[in-house]
């Protein structure tokens, strides 16, 4: 893989949970934008933004798993400000939505 994308995936990784731009992404490793995210394609088929947002939802799920944050403190401590397109995209990525997968961890 090329290690600047090796380097944004560690960068992703590191800052998922404030304010991440493409821009921010791509100067990390001195690149364009659009080379970022064409390399991000031919690597991983994937976006930088997709990816962020990958990591995001699941450490969103190991916290709604495995600690009693409510679910609106899970969202910001993942970095996202939106309640309405974090439901959206929790359900996308799982299945269900972060309430139903706090309820069910916690029957269990």
Avoid at 13 to 34: G, I, P
Avoid at 89 to 94: R, V
Wanted: glycine share 2%; hydrophobic share 35%; proline share 3%.
């Amino acid at each position: 893989m090329d290690p600047r994308v090796k380097h944004v995936v560690a960068f992703i990784s590191k800052n998922y949970h404030r304010k991440l731009t493409l821009k921010e992404m791509a100067d990390s490793v001195n690149l364009s934008t659009w080379w970022l995210c064409h390399l991000f394609r031919e690597h991983l088929d994937t976006s930088p933004d997709r990816l962020l947002t990958q990591v995001r939802m699941k450490k969103a799920r190991e916290l709604l798993e495995n600690s009693f944050l409510t679910v609106k403190e899970v969202r910001t401590e993942v970095g996202i400000r939106d309640a309405s397109s974090f439901t959206r995209g929790f359900k996308a990525e799982f299945g269900v939505t972060p309430a139903k997968c706090r309820e069910r961890t916690h029957k269990r």
